[in-house]
């Protein structure tokens, strides 16, 4: 069935933690797809809050608060993405890079991956070149995805790669990029194997970086 997530929307902007998380339960239990929540509810009222933050009609302390109120609904939305595999696909280790602290996307292209049947290694937010080096020798994932949402953040992706060449692990697993600044010509620029522009490519790229 359709439906408009209007309401859902509003109330993700406004902060209202209340009401988003009851227009979602509301949303699930009329039948909408979980996707389409995320993606024209969700995610659609976090570009109008970024949109209003940069027309100086929004400021920090309400763009936390709404993003707060959509890490509740993705909790709630979080039980749908879950496809039960059993065997791993494979590790993917994420994390948000040095001096970033944005994390929605993060979580989301991680619970997307989850869902799809990879392992999931969260490394958080602020993560150093060094953090994700050592992540590689110890724990050896498939991949290391690597989020970004400041275009001043970007170059610590230049930097984790380049550290990665430098110990000598470059070759022993696959990176892949993403954030709202992040574009697949930046990827190809730095070296990283591919670049995601929504959680759901990235399970695609994912699936193709470990077939
Ligand atoms: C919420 C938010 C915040 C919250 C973050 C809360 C949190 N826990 O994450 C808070 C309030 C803390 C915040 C702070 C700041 N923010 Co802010 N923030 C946003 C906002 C509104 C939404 C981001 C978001 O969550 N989007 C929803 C998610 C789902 O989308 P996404 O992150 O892009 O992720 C998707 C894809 O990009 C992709 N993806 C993401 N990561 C990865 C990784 C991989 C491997 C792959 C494959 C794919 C992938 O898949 C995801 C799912 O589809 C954006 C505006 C926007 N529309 O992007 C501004 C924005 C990113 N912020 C901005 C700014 C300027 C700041 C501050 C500097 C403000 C300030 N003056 O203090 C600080 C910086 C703090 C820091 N050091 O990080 C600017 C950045 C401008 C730029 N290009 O550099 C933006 C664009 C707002 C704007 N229009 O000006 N912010």
């Known amino acids: 069935m359709t439906m408009d997530f209007n309401a859902l929307s509003e109330a993700i902007i406004k902060g209202n933690m209340d009401a988003a998380m009851q227009e979602t339960q509301k949303a699930l239990d009329s039948g909408s797809i979980p996707q389409a929540i995320l993606d024209q509810g ?6 109008i809050v970024g949109q209003r933050f940069s027309q100086g009609t929004m400021f920090v302390p309400q ?3 709404s993003a707060k109120t959509m890490q509740s609904c993705v909790a709630l939305l979080k039980p749908q993405f879950q496809a039960g595999t059993i065997s791993s696909k494979g590790t993917v280790a994420m994390g948000t890079v040095k001096a970033d602290l944005h994390d929605i996307g993060k979580n989301l292209v991680g619970m997307m991956l989850e869902g799809a049947g990879f392992s999931i290694i969260d490394l ?12 590689v020798s110890e724990k050896s994932p498939q991949i290391i995805g690597m989020s970004a949402l400041l ?16 110990a000598g692990l470059r070759d022993k697993v696959k990176v892949m990029i993403g954030g709202a600044p992040v574009t697949a010509r930046f990827a190809d620029d730095i ?15 994912a699936k193709e970086l470990v077939p």
Do not use: H, N, W
């Not at 969700?42 to 570009?47: E, G, N, R, T, V």
């Not at 194997?193 to 959680?199: N, Q």
């Open 151 to 166: 275009s001043t953040t970007m170059p610590s992706m230049t930097a984790t790669i380049q550290a990665l060449i430098k």
């Open 191 to 205: 070296g990283a194997d591919r670049y995601a522009p929504d959680a759901g490519s990235a399970v695609a790229a």
């Open 124 to 135: 958080g937010v602020d993560v150093s070149p060094e953090a994700f080096v050592q992540v």
């Open 63 to 65: 763009m936390l608060r």
């Open 42 to 47: 969700l995610i659609a009222a976090m570009d």
